[in-house]
Every structure is written in structure tokens, then in C-alpha cells.
């Protein structure tokens, strides 16, 4: 049996959150998802630092990114992800309002592995978060890197 | 081959060349040439006629000497008759007084024939022939001279006859008038000879007189014409430099620009009208002057003064110094030019040269001012599209999440009721609640997907236009299906553009045309291109379909502008504003015509040779391939 990790969800929006966790837990995905609201958290939780100083050392299984946040926003999140050494190997996906052709290929250029414009139809929204918690969070296999167990 | 015109004008080449030969001398060179040609002239012809002239001197003296010789001989032979007939007298009329007188004529006579044969000898040594025939004289005479002296004896003793037969007999051995006779016949035939040789040598003279005048004649003719052609072009070089000189006046005097040339302490020499009628002076008035009292102070420019009193002590130049000067009480820039230059005299005078460029200066400023207020417009249109531009990513963003929890919220909403007991004007108030947001998402959607399409760069590929064609109605044969379609595609020529950009206006108006034409059957979609070698295509779509009013055809490419309710045809009114604004920034016209029930034609064209598209894109960036969602 696979362990379930976790799932990172940077969004500000609560609404956004509470329809996002609605998609992933319709479908009954059983991973612990760690919400939290700007950029600055998100990077706290990933460093385990601050208010996350003690959380497991595992890294989350999938970390779903809004592009706009307070403070510092997706694509910085990303940024760092990226091109830290550790972090670099879990899958990120975008989640964005539109299809600026700027924020996609920003991403893009940033080694982002998916990139969702959030629908406006519910089920559609639905349907895509879920397939992505479902592929990322669950079937995709990520190197793990190596620790000192 | 030389024709003979050719020829006639290379002669005249040659000619020209000899007498450039000439003109071509050295100056130095030309003057002892010329003296040596009269010298020529004058005194070889004097040397030829004295040389000559003594010649028929000689000949003359030959003449005289013959008539000397012939005198001489005729003496002898005279002295000889007179001798005989004395003789004669003496022998045969002895006693009488002739006789006597006769006797002492005789010895007269022979005593004076030596000296006369001796003269004769001296003056014919020349001639052996004459000294050889002097000789034969000189024997006759001695042998007479006894016979005469005893003819005379015999006529005394009265022998008379024997006398004459003496004389007879004297005459027969010494016969001496043949000889005399041969001599002055000699003489004369030398006479002759020499006669004829004096006229040859004065005809050859009169010949030499008359040929060295001609010569010198021909020479001074030479020397005339020479001289005259010198004189020629000597007066045809004043001309030309008179000419250049009435030439330099008159462009000086009706350039428009003043003029005027100063003295190396910069006092007016000479001022042009253009100088004098700007300035307000006259040339009498300010000649001396300096440039800086001249035209009421106007060129009292400490600048330029300082510049000219450089110019040539430096051999310095002044381009285009701009200075503003008083003139008439009106302020005018002025361009200045100078340049010193050298008088004929060598003097170094300066050319000093104003233009007004006052009127070029005040629209200069205004260009320059119309520039810049044309970049702060520029300035500001930029604000605007990037305000614009943040505004239309703000929608994006910030309106649509309103909406996605809208419905989103709706559903759940729905969803949560349904397990209750939820009556059925909830449910279809929560219906309209999602159509509509749902609606006004697409709405949004739309007006992005417009904006985009006014910002986006644009690819500059060759596009396959049928291929296009082609693609969008096989996309669409999915909705078409279970209808009669008949689609005519005639020729499409190809374009350069954005692929994808032409491929949404195609996917438009086929699009349009197959909704428009759903109740016509069978419906019928022609696209094609016209014939055209015009510098752009014409691309067009008809339709069979419900057509339109062509008084709403300005309406048609407005945004969110339809000519039918929602509820006959489906679309947003964006599709058609999408087509001309992707034609437009192809450089091209989007147009429509159609009437009511008798279908539409739409047509686009697309220059082939696309005139800079207003905004500069960026350098074209790829797009993602990655699949989304």
C-alpha cells in the first residue's frame, strides 16, 4: 500500500479553498492537505521553518500553487521550489483565474509541471482538480530524495 | 580606316599641334625663337644675293676682259696693215713724200707690234690656245718685218715688181691676218661663253632675289599668322575670363543670400544687393567700413568677430555658425559662412556669406515642439495600453473567481438541498443563477480572447490558406453532422501572417455561415479567393443563410454586437470583431454584404505586401506545447 502524503494548497481565496477541498475530498482522496494562505507560508511549510519548524520531513506529494497571493506569489513559490536542490523533485501545478499567455509562459520557463486555469463552471473546476490529485498525488511516482534515515 | 573628312580633321589636328608647339614653348624659350626665325628671314637671303652678286661681278669682268683682248689683237693687226700698206706705199711709189712718210710709218708700226703681242701675251695666260696663236703672230710679224724693210729697198732701187713679188711671197709664208682672224674669233666664242654665263649668273640671282623675297614673304605670312593666332587666343582668353568674371558678378549680385567680401581687418569691400537691400546700406557708403558699423550694428558679434580676425592668420574657415542679429528691429538667425581667398593682387580677402534661416528655425521649434508633444501623447497612449492591458489581466483574474464561486457555491448549494426535500422554483432559481454566471464567464472569456488578439505579437510565417480552409471545415463536421452541407472551395493562394490568428477568422466565418445557413437545404458554403493581381488577396465565405439587413451592416463587426436574439442563434457577437481586428493588423479590410433570406458574403483581404504593423512586437516567443488541463 502506497503511504499517502500530503498535499500543499497556496491559495488566499477561502472560497477557493473550501471548493478546492470539496473536489479533492469528493473524490476521496485520503491525503492530508496542508492549506495555507500566501506565498510566505507556503515557503515556511517547504523549508520547515516558523510556524512549520516541526513538521515530519517528508515532502509533500504535490503542491498546488494560486498564481496571485499576497505577499509572495505563486510564481516566486515556484521560483524557489525550483531551484532548490531538495524541493526541485515535487510536482508543482499552477492553478490561475485566466490563460495569460505571460503567467504560462513564465511557468513554463520555471520548470512548473502543470498549469490549470481555474474553470468557471463548477463541475469542470471539479473534475480537474481531481484529476490532478489523483495523478499527482497518487499515481505519479517522485523520486524521493535521499535522507539520512 | 580614315575617311577623308577624318583625315582632313586629323591635318587639322597636326596643324593645331605644330603651331601648339609653339604656343607651348617655355616663355623663356619663345622669345629667342622668334629672333632666331627673322634672322633667318632677313639675313640668310642678303648672304644668298652677295654671294651671287659677286659672281655676275666676275662674269661682268670676264666680258670686259674679252673686249680688252679683242682690242689688243685688232691693235696688233691694225699696226701690221698699217705696216704693210705703208710699206707697200713706200716700195712702189718710191722718192715721193708718201714714201718717206711711208717708210718712217712702217718702222712706227713694227717697232710698236712687240709691246701689243706682249700686252696681248700677259692678258691671254690663261689661254694656251691664244698664247700658242700669239706665238704663230709673233713669227708672221718677224718674218714680214724684213720683207717689208727690203720691199722698200727694192722699190728705192726702182725694182717695182720684184718688190710685188716679194710681197706676194712674204704674205703666202706669213700669213698672220688667218691667225688674228682665229684669235678675235676665239675671243668672241669666250666672249660668248662668258656673255651667257653673266646672264645665267644674273637670271640665277634675279631667281635667288625673287625666291628669298618669297620666302620671306611666306616666313613673315608665318610669323603673321602665329602671331595672330597668339593674339587670338590671348584675346579669346580675356573674353573667357571677362566672361567668367561678368559671370561671378551676376551670380554674386542675384544670389539671394548677402554677400560680402572684407579686407583681412574685416572692412567691407564689396557688398551684393541681396547684402545691400537686408542691411539696409549701400555699397558707396559702406566700402572701408568695418563689417561691425555696417547695417546699424547688426554684425557687432563679438563671436564673429573674434572667428574673422582667426580666419586668416589661421587659414581657418567658418561653416554654418548660427548667430542672431538685429535687422530692422526683427530678431533673425542667420547661417554664416566664410572663407578667406586670394585677390588678384594676392591680397587675402575673406568671402563672407549670411543666409536667413529664420523661417527654417521657427519650424524647426515647431517640429520640435509637435515632436514633443507627440512622444508625451505617445507616452500617454502607452499608459493607456498598459492600463488597459493590467486592467483586462485584472478581469481575468479577479472577475472571474467572483463567478466561479458563484456557481460553484449554486451547485453545492443544489447538491446539499437535493438530499432535503427542495421544491422546484429553488432549484430553477439556482438553474438561472449558473446560466447566467456561466454566461457572463463566457462573456469574459470572449472580451479576453478579443483583447489578446489586439496585444499578442504576431508570427510573420508563410500560411497555407487552403490547408486552413480545409482544417476548419473538417472541425466542423461534427456539428454538421445530419445536415446537407454542399461546401465549394475554389482556389485559395496562400499569405504571410499568423497561422494561427487567420485560422480563428476562417474558423469565424465558416463558423457563421454554417449556424446562419441551418435552415436552408441543402445549405450551401462557398469560400474561395478572387482572381486578383492586385497587391492583395481577397478571401471570402458565402452562405445560403438567413442573410442580413445592409442597414446593420455597420453593426456586424462591433463587439458583442448581434443582429439576432440569443435564443435563435447562439455566440457572444465577439466572433466577427475578432475577424477584423486579426484582418486589420494584417494590414487588411474586413467587409460584409448580404441582403435578408438571400444568404451573406464576407470577405477579408490581406495586403501582400503588409505595411509595419502599428505596434512593434516583441521578439516572438514559442508557445507552450505542453497539453493543459
Known amino acids: 500500500m502506497k503511504e499517502l502524503r500530503t498535499i500543499l494548497l497556496a491559495e488566499d481565496n477561502p472560497k477557493d479553498v473550501e471548493l478546492t477541498l470539496e473536489a479533492l475530498g469528493d473524490y476521496n482522496l485520503a491525503n492530508e492537505v496542508v492549506v495555507v494562505s500566501n506565498g510566505e507560508a507556503a515557503l515556511d511549510y517547504l523549508h520547515r521553518r516558523g510556524a512549520y519548524a516541526d513538521r515530519s520531513p517528508e515532502n509533500p506529494a504535490l503542491v498546488l500553487l494560486d498564481l496571485k497571493m499576497p505577499k509572495v506569489d505563486g510564481l516566486e513559490v515556484l521560483r524557489e521550489i525550483k531551484s532548490n536542490e531538495a524541493l526541485r523533485v515535487i510536482p508543482v501545478v499552477m492553478l490561475s483565474s485566466s490563460r495569460e499567455e505571460r503567467d504560462l509562459l513564465v511557468s513554463y520557463g520555471l520548470g512548473v509541471n502543470a498549469y490549470v486555469v481555474k474553470p468557471v463552471k463548477f463541475h469542470e473546476f471539479i473534475e480537474a482538480v481531481k484529476a490532478l490529485g489523483l495523478f499527482w498525488a497518487f499515481f505519479n511516482e517522485a523520486p524521493q530524495p535521499r535522507k539520512a534515515e | 580606316m580614315l575617311s577623308g573628312k577624318d583625315k582632313s580633321f586629323v591635318d587639322t589636328i597636326r596643324r593645331d599641334r605644330l603651331h601648339d608647339r609653339f604656343f607651348n614653348l617655355p616663355p623663356h624659350l619663345k622669345r629667342p625663337v622668334l629672333f632666331l626665325l627673322i634672322f633667318l628671314i632677313v639675313v640668310v637671303p642678303v648672304l644668298f644675293y652677295h654671294n651671287a652678286n659677286r659672281e655676275v661681278d666676275e662674269a661682268s669682268a670676264w666680258v670686259a676682259h674679252t673686249a680688252t683682248v679683242e682690242g689688243k689683237i685688232y691693235e696688233v693687226l691694225y699696226d701690221l696693215r698699217d705696216a704693210e700698206a705703208a710699206s707697200r706705199t713706200a716700195a712702189f711709189l718710191p722718192g715721193t713724200p708718201e714714201s718717206q712718210k711711208a717708210e718712217a710709218d712702217v718702222v712706227a708700226a713694227l717697232a710698236a707690234a712687240p709691246s701689243n703681242l706682249d700686252a696681248l701675251q700677259a692678258l691671254t695666260l690663261d689661254n694656251p690656245y691664244q698664247q700658242e696663236r700669239i706665238g704663230r703672230l709673233r713669227a708672221s710679224i718677224e718674218g714680214r718685218a724684213p720683207a717689208m724693210r727690203e720691199m722698200i729697198l727694192l722699190g728705192r732701187a726702182g725694182q717695182v715688181e720684184a718688190a710685188k713679188a716679194l710681197l706676194r711671197q712674204s704674205i703666202a709664208a706669213n700669213p698672220f691676218r688667218e691667225v688674228a682672224l682665229k684669235m678675235v674669233e676665239e675671243e668672241k666664242k669666250l666672249l660668248a661663253h662668258r656673255t651667257e654665263k653673266a646672264a645665267r649668273d644674273r637670271r640665277e640671282v634675279a631667281f635667288l632675289i625673287w625666291g628669298a623675297a618669297a620666302a620671306q614673304l611666306l616666313l613673315f605670312f608665318a610669323l603673321y599668322v602665329v602671331s595672330e593666332k597668339d593674339a587670338a587666343r590671348r584675346r579669346q582668353a580675356e573674353e573667357a575670363s571677362l566672361e567668367a568674371a561678368a559671370y561671378a558678378q551676376s551670380v554674386v549680385e542675384t544670389n539671394p543670400d548677402p554677400l560680402t567680401v572684407l579686407d583681412g581687418a574685416a572692412r567691407i569691400r564689396s557688398v551684393n544687393k541681396a547684402f545691400a537691400a537686408l542691411y539696409g546700406v549701400e555699397l558707396g557708403q559702406v566700402r572701408g567700413e568695418p563689417l561691425w558699423e555696417a547695417g546699424g550694428g547688426a554684425w557687432r558679434l563679438p563671436d564673429l568677430q573674434q572667428r574673422l580676425a582667426d580666419l586668416i592668420p589661421q587659414g581657418r574657415e567658418i561653416w554654418d555658425l548660427e548667430v542672431a542679429q538685429q535687422i530692422g528691429g526683427e530678431r533673425r538667425v542667420m547661417l554664416v559662412n566664410a572663407r578667406p581667398f586670394p585677390s588678384a593682387s594676392g591680397e587675402k580677402l575673406i568671402l563672407l556669406a549670411a543666409k536667413d534661416v529664420t523661417a527654417r528655425k521657427r519650424i524647426e521649434e515647431q517640429i520640435t515642439l509637435l515632436n514633443q508633444e507627440l512622444a508625451a501623447r505617445v507616452e500617454q497612449t502607452n499608459i493607456v495600453n498598459q492600463e488597459l492591458e493590467a486592467f483586462s ?93 454542399e461546401f465549394a472551395v475554389g482556389p485559395i493562394p496562400s499569405t504571410r501572417g499568423d497561422a494561427a490568428m487567420l485560422k480563428l477568422v476562417w474558423m469565424n466565418l465558416i463558423g457563421n455561415a454554417i449556424k446562419y445557413s441551418r435552415d436552408a437545404d441543402p445549405a450551401r458554403v462557398e469560400v474561395g479567393a478572387l482572381p486578383s493581381d492586385q497587391p492583395e488577396h481577397v478571401y471570402f465565405v458565402r452562405d445560403n443563410g438567413v442573410g442580413f439587413n445592409m442597414k446593420y451592416v455597420h453593426k456586424l463587426f462591433g463587439v458583442f454586437q448581434r443582429l439576432h436574439q440569443a435564443d435563435e442563434y447562439e455566440g457572444t457577437g465577439i466572433g466577427l470583431a475578432n475577424v477584423r481586428r486579426i484582418v486589420q493588423r494584417h494590414g487588411g479590410k474586413a467587409w460584409a454584404d448580404g441582403q435578408v433570406g438571400q444568404g451573406a458574403t464576407f470577405s477579408f483581404s490581406i495586403p501582400q505586401q503588409p505595411p509595419p504593423t502599428p505596434d512593434t512586437p516583441a521578439p516572438p516567443l514559442a508557445w507552450p506545447r505542453q497539453p493543459l488541463t
Not at chain 2, 505579437?457 to 497555407?464: F, P, Q, R, T
Not at chain 2, 490558406?465 to 445530419?482: C, P, Q, S, W, Y
Open chain 2, 393 to 485: 489581466y485584472s478581469v481575468s483574474h479577479d472577475l472571474r473567481a467572483p463567478l466561479r464561486h458563484i456557481t460553484g457555491f449554486a451547485d453545492m448549494l443544489n447538491t446539499h438541498l437535493a438530499k432535503q426535500e427542495g421544491d422546484a422554483k429553488t432549484e430553477r432559481y439556482l438553474k438561472y443563477i449558473r446560466e447566467s454566471a456561466n454566461q457572463m464567464g463566457t462573456l469574459i472569456d470572449d472580451l479576453l480572447v478579443f483583447s489578446r488578439m489586439g496585444r499578442s505579437e504576431m508570427a510573420e510565417e508563410e500560411v497555407n490558406m487552403a490547408e486552413l480552409v480545409r482544417d476548419v471545415i473538417k472541425h466542423f463536421n461534427l456539428e454538421t453532422e445530419g445536415r446537407r452541407i
